[in-house]
């Protein structure tokens, strides 16, 4: 059993709306890049956050 933050991201304040939209429209990697740019996390915390291989 996996834990995904991603239901909680969705329903949440704290991401920008784009960030949800492509969230919402399964554009992981997309949502992963806006998190990184707007919050300043590194490709290894986003892709934990979001369950995805981003440091490629």
Not at 48 to 56: G, K
């Amino acid at each position: 059993m996996k834990l995904s933050f991603i239901p909680l991201l969705l329903t949440g304040k704290s991401i920008s709306p784009e960030a949800r939209q492509a969230l919402h429209e399964n554009r992981v990697k997309d949502a992963a890049a806006i998190l990184m740019q707007q919050h300043g996390l590194s490709c290894l915390e986003a892709g934990e956050l979001l369950d995805i291989a981003v440091c490629e």
